[in-house]
């Protein structure tokens, strides 16, 4: 993995089906073998119909395109997110990896997550908190340029609004 650490466990659910209900856990060769049969069960376990899905959702995603675009994509929000912190002074941090990002607020707007997200829903653009004190994004990995731009000027404003009060 890109962080030089290998998991013991790990579980997969939402994006796993691309919307559609499944998860699944993977784990190594020494752990699966405590797991006798009947020691570990899953609500969606088994469902010939989640797993079809789940194949064609991991094989779509699972394209150098589609990666490599997810890559670009983090760049352009990066690049954004740091232009409108550059301006208005609000975020810490901007952290995440791919297109699951988070601004963590700086101490002058500790605790103020819910702010901007309210603020963002009247420039009607939805985006998610991560606790009191981050803002998060997680937008379709296909995203347009255009529509990052756009959605990037919609958050911008809902800064303003924040921090101008």
């Known amino acids: 993995m890109d962080l030089g650490v290998t998991p013991d466990i790990l579980t997969s659910a939402k994006a796993l089906g691309g919307g559609f209900p499944i998860g699944a856990m993977l784990t190594t060769d020494k752990i699966a073998a405590s797991l006798k049969v009947g020691t570990h069960g899953s609500t969606y376990g088994g469902n010939p119909l989640a797993c079809a899905v789940a194949e064609a959702a991991f094989d779509t995603v699972n394209t150098d395109a589609v990666l490599n675009g997810v890559k670009e994509r983090e760049a352009w929000y990066r690049e954004g997110l740091e232009a409108i912190n550059a301006k208005y002074h609000c975020f810490e941090q901007i952290r995440g990896k791919g ?66 009060g």
């Open 99 to 164: 297109l699951l990002l988070g601004c963590v607020l700086n101490e002058k707007f500790n605790g103020r997550a819910r702010d901007f997200l309210l603020a963002s829903m009247e420039e009607q653009l939805m985006v998610l908190v991560a606790g009191a004190n981050v803002v998060r994004f997680a937008p379709s990995l296909v995203i347009t340029k255009e529509e990052v731009a756009e959605g990037l000027a919609r958050f911008e404003r809902a800064v303003a609004r924040v921090v101008n």
